[in-house]
């Protein structure tokens, strides 16, 4: 008797392709977010690179939706694109494209602010921004409901300008957080800002 075996073989593509691509430029570095892309996704790609559509430089960010790109060259133009890649080594087509030049500091906020973190709820990690109208001794820390702290993201001096930092949904002890609502509180001498962020494992 002969036996028939089928191989069924996965062929996968991305239905959902990105287009959110964004750029911010602090003097020669340059900070990109994008969008995730909800499929499953094994990490991202990101291409940049001196002509639109010809990347020369690539660099794998893992699962991360957030890259600085540093120590880029003074009047030269930038173009950045990213790609996901699911578990089998497919790629996505490339994100829209974003545009920079090394020297294109844009000025600084008037005034301070915590933006509402991305994504919001979030699993593995989510990115807050805050804006600083001058140079500023801050601290940005994640607070749990019962008013503890329990995590310091930044405490530092930073120049005027739109910062970004990243929580990873750990405590100071690098511990996995329970599922919850936290507070991300940014604070210096003249202000103290919250937003509430809400952790889904």
């Not at 600083?132 to 008013?147: D, K, R, W, Y």
Request: net charge negative.
């Amino acid at each position: 008797m002969g036996i028939s075996i089928r191989v069924v073989m996965r062929i996968y593509s991305f239905l959902f392709l990105f287009s959110a691509l964004t750029l911010c430029v602090s003097a020669r570095d340059v900070t990109l977010t994008w969008e995730p892309v909800e499929d499953e996704i094994r990490g991202y790609r990101l291409f940049w690179g001196l002509a639109t559509g010809q990347y020369t430089d690539s660099i794998s960010v893992g699962v991360s939706t957030f890259y600085t790109v540093t120590d880029l060259n003074d009047q030269v133009k930038y173009y950045f694109a990213v790609k996901a890649i699911d578990y089998w080594g497919n790629e996505s087509a490339f994100s829209n494209e974003a545009m920079t030049s090394g020297t294109d500091t844009p000025p600084p906020p008037q005034y301070y602010d915590l933006k509402s973190n991305y994504p919001n709820p979030f699993n593995a990690q989510t990115v807050l921004t805050f804006w600083l109208p001058e140079e500023a001794e801050i601290t940005l820390s994640i607070f749990n409901s019962l008013g503890q702290k329990v995590r310091i993201l930044e405490s530092d001096s930073f120049i005027a300008g739109i910062h970004h930092s990243i929580w990873d949904g750990l405590d100071q002890q690098g511990q996995p957080l329970a599922s919850g609502t936290y507070l991300g509180v940014l604070q210096s001498k003249n202000i103290r800002m919250c937003r509430p962020m809400v952790l889904m494992r």
